[in-house]
C-alpha cells in the first residue's frame, strides 16, 4: 500500500481577506474579486490559483469556500474567487455558458494578477462543475501565466458528455439546469457591496437569457458544442491537469480521458458525487486539499513534492451493494494504475455467455421505463441515486451470466456492440449494465443512452438491421461471486432523456459487452481530509428534500416530483440572509411519448437591512412530433411588490431528436 507524500508546511501564514476587490475588463466591466492571500505577500511573493464561477460568492458557494480557499492562503497562496460577469456582484452581463467572453476575462484576470507585486508570476486554475470546464478550455487558450489546473467533475466534450445532448438523446437536464441559471443569473447583487445595485438587477432581468432554449437549438455537434469542447485538440493545453471526479457525478469520464490525452496530467476518482472530495459523500472522503497544494508547490512553486511519482489513475473500486437511492459511505478499496483484462459476453438465448449464440428479441418499452434511473448527476443530496432497477428491468430485454465463480472487478467503459433494427425513423436506445443479487435486487453499475438517429447519419431506415457501438459511461465495481451480470436494453429512458416522437419496437440479432476487470491488488492511501473553518451561519430555516412518483389512476400519467429546499441562512458574519427552493415535475403516460412534459420552478430570497428581494422563475416544455414548445417566466420583488416580469415563449424545430 502506497501513500501520498510532499511537503507540508509547519509554520503557517497570517493571512487577510478582501470582499470585493474589483478587477476592470478591457471594456470597463468590473468584475467583484473575493481575495484571500498572505499578510505577508508583498515581502514574499505568492502563486495565485484562480476560480471563475457565476455561482454568486457572496452566498452561493460560501460554504465550500470557506473551506478551501483559506486553507490555500494560509500556506502561501493568493485565492481569487471571481463572479463572472452578469453574475453575483460583479457588473456586466452574462450571455451563455463558456463564452469567448467568459474565457477571455478569464484570461485577463490571470494577466492581472500574474503582474500584481504581491505574486510570484504563477497562476493555477481550480474549480467543480463550470469552474472545472473553464479551467481546461482557458488553459487551451494557453495564457503564459496558467501553469496548472485542477479540474473536477468537468467535462471534455460539450455535446456527447455533458447536461445537453448524452449519446446524441437529448436530455431533461437541458431544462432542468437551464432552469437553476434562468434563477442564480436572475439574482440581485449584494445591495451593501453596490449603490448601483438595483439599476444592476433591473438590467439583468432585462437582459437574463433563457438558455434552454439557446441549446435547443443546436441538435447536433456543431460548431457551438465545438467551440469548449477541448478534446477538439487536447494538444492546445500546455498547464499540468489533475483531474479529479466521482462515480455518483454525472461527468466520470473526464478523468480517464484527461490522463490518456494531456501529457503529464493525473486523475483521481472516487466513490462521490458532485462535490468536492474532502467534504464529498458517500465516504470515504479524501485529504484533498493537500493533494491539490503537492500539485500547486510542484507547477506553481517548483517544489518537489512528490507527483511525479504518483500513479496516472488513483481508482476507487467500490464493493457490489444493494440497489439504494443514497449511500452515506461506499465500502471499497483504493487501487494505483490497476491493470485491466477484457472479457466478452455474448447476448444469446440462455443470456449472457462467453461463447456467440443466435438471439432475435424484440423490445417495446414503455415510456416510463428508467423511472429508477435517479438524476444525471446527483448533486444535491437528496435520494437522486439509481434505485433498484428491476422495475425498469421488466420493461427491457434482459440478458443474464450464470451466477459467477469469482468477484469480477469492472473498471474503465464497457463497450457494447449491438445488431439491431427499428421500426422508426427516429429511435434511442438505453442501455444498462447491472449487478443482480441473488434474491432478483438489481443494482445499476453503469448506463450509456444512443440516439440511433444521430448515430447513423440524421435518420434510421425502417427494419434495416445495423451494427452499433456504444461506450457505458466508466465505473470501477465488484459483482461478488455467486451474483449475475446483467445487460438491459430498453428504447426509452425517461425522465433521463427526452423521449423519440413515436413508440419504437427493436428487434435485437445479437451483440456483446466487453468489459475491463482488474486482478490488481496494488493500493494507495490518501491522507485523511483538512480544511479551514467552515462557514459561520445561523439557520433560519432547514434544508431538506424529497422525492416521489405518481401515477394518476384516472389519465395514466405517472410522475416524477422532486422538491429541494436549499433552506435559509444569515451569514454571520456581514449579515446576508439568503434562501432558496427548487421544484421540478416530469410527467408522461407509458403509451405516448408526445405526452411528455417538464416544469421547473425556482423560489430566490435575499434579505438584509430592511431589504428583501425575492425571484420566482419558472419554466416548462413540451413537444409534438416535428417541434418543441417552450415557455419560462420571471418575476422580481422588492419588499413583497412586483417590479419586474417577463415571459418568454420559444418554438424550436426537431431535429435528429
Known sequence: MIASVGTMRNTLRDIEEDPDLGIIMADGTRLSVRMWRPKDALDDPVPVILEHLPYRKRDGTCARDALTHPYFAARGYACLRVDMRGNGDSHGLMEDEYTQQELDDAVAVIAWAAAQPWCNGNVGMMGISWGGFNGLQVAAMAPEALKAVITLCSTVDRFADDIHYKGGCLLNENLGWGATMWSYSSRAPDPALRADWREMWMQRLENEPFLPATWLRHQTRDSYWQHGSVCEDFNAIKAKVLAVGGWGDAYKNTVAHVVENIPGSKGIIGPWVHKYPHFAVPEPRIGFLQEALRWWDTWLRGEDAGVGSDPDMRTYLMEGVRPSTWYEE???????????????????????????????????????????????CAIWLGPELPGDQRHDDANSACFDTSPLASDLNIIKAPRVRLNIAVDTPRAQIAVRLNHVHPDGASTRITYGVLNLAEHLGGTCTPHQREAVMLDLDHVAYTVPAGHRLRVAISTSYWPLVWPSPSPTTATLFGGSVSVQHTDSTDGWTFAAPDTAPPWQTEELRPEHHTRRQETDMVTGITSLIIEDDFGKVRDSDHGLISGSVARERWEIHPDEPLSARGSCHWSDELERDGIALRTETHCAMHSDATHFYLTARLEAYENGTLVYERDVEDTIARDHV
Do not use: M
Request: aromatic share 8%; glycine share 12%; no cysteine.
Open 330 to 376: 461506499r465500502s471499497g478499496r483504493w487501487l494505483a494504475d490497476p491493470a485491466s483484462h477484457t472479457q466478452t459476453f455474448f447476448l444469446g438465448e440462455t443470456g449472457l455467455s462467453d461463447t456467440q449464440g443466435a438471439v432475435e428479441t424484440t423490445i417495446r418499452s414503455p415510456q416510463d421505463t428508467g423511472k429508477d434511473a435517479g438524476e444525471y
